[in-house]
């Protein structure tokens, strides 16, 4: 006695067919290949290919080497963002919700222990200390 599969696509059932040992092609539901590197390679997800996806979340995300971002990176809930980006220049470009500071801190995110602080109204805090821009 063997093992029997079929699949169903756009509705209509293939013929029963036995499995045999060795690859289990693709289109059976296998990766159509005897070792993880090449499982990955056939799925599209090798290492060196370009992987597409709609969305992607993750809990954490780690990028070991270069890691190229090209569009906008949002920071933050849906309804309160941040982004960071390059301009058409390749300028780099950060910038907060309206109405919201930009904060860059040194050593720690978590204190504003030597803090620079963008406000919305031009003016610009170094380590709590208020430096007003006003051009005329």
């Known amino acids: 006695e063997g093992v029997y599969v079929r699949y169903c696509q756009n509705g209509t059932w293939s013929a029963?067919?036995?499995?045999?040992?060795?690859?289990?092609?693709?289109?059976?539901?296998?990766?159509?290949?005897?070792?993880?590197?090449?499982?990955?390679?056939?799925?599209?997800?090798?290492?060196?290919?370009?992987?597409?996806?709609?969305?992607?979340?993750?809990?954490?995300?780690?990028?070991?080497?270069?890691?190229?971002?090209?569009?906008?990176?949002?920071?933050?809930s849906t309804s309160a963002t941040g982004v960071l980006r390059a301009n058409e220049a390749g300028a780099v470009v950060l910038g907060s919700a309206s109405g919201q500071n930009i904060h860059i801190r040194a050593g720690s995110p978590d204190t504003s222990s030597g803090e620079t602080r963008f406000e919305p109204n031009g003016n610009v805090l170094v380590d709590g200390k208020r430096f007003g821009f006003r051009f005329r």
């Open 16 to 76: 029963w067919k036995e499995v045999v040992a060795g690859v289990q092609p693709i289109n059976l539901g296998g990766t159509g290949a005897t070792s993880v590197a090449a499982a990955r390679n056939n799925l599209g997800v090798g290492k060196g290919q370009t992987v597409s996806f709609g969305n992607l979340v993750t809990n954490d995300l780690t990028a070991n080497g270069n890691a190229r971002l090209v569009g906008r990176l949002n920071l933050g």
